[in-house]
């Protein structure tokens, strides 16, 4: 069965367990720096792992938030099958093996697999993820 291609941009992103409103998660660090944008990486991947939905959408690129709602991320992700779980594993391995991210002005990407990339931008509260795997490209699509 074909993955849904808005699922592969996202997940390029994320799934339904959703928590309730009123869970508190802490913000994603507001920092410029690699340390701020890995930490933000990590958090949405484990985020996605133990079904935390809502946590995950936070962490989204606002044009991901602005078309995906919690419910929907949950149902693409678990859609996916175990493509998405397996996506969010390479992410956490790559980020605990150290490797480097490609910066540019207001972006941020991670070699996930070869020819596949992570990919996070730059907003005004801090990083947001627009892609937990993608393929590969020169510069991301905004």
Do not use: N
């Not at 928590?19 to 996605?48: I, M, W, Y």
């Not at 149902?75 to 996506?87: C, K, Q, Y």
């Not at 490609?102 to 596949?116: H, I, K, M, S």
Request: charged share 25%; hydrophobic share 45%.
């Amino acid at each position: 069965m074909p993955v849904p291609r808005s699922l592969l941009a996202l997940l390029a992103a994320a799934t339904l367990g959703c928590a309730s409103s009123a869970h508190r998660f802490p913000p994603p660090p507001a920092g410029a720096d690699a340390a701020a944008a890995r930490e933000v990486l990590g958090r949405f991947a484990r985020a996605l792992e133990a079904g935390r939905y809502e946590e995950a959408h936070a962490l989204l690129s606002a044009r991901w938030r602005q078309a995906y709602t919690p419910g929907r991320l949950a149902l693409d992700f678990r859609g996916a099958g175990p493509w998405g779980r397996e996506s969010a594993g390479r992410v956490l391995a790559r980020l605990g093996a150290g490797e480097p991210l490609l910066r540019g002005p207001d972006w941020a990407r991670l070699e996930v697999d070869e020819g596949r990339t992570a990919l996070l931008v730059q907003e005004p509260g801090g990083w947001r993820v627009d892609a937990l795997e993608e393929p590969s490209a020169p510069r991301p699509r905004r």
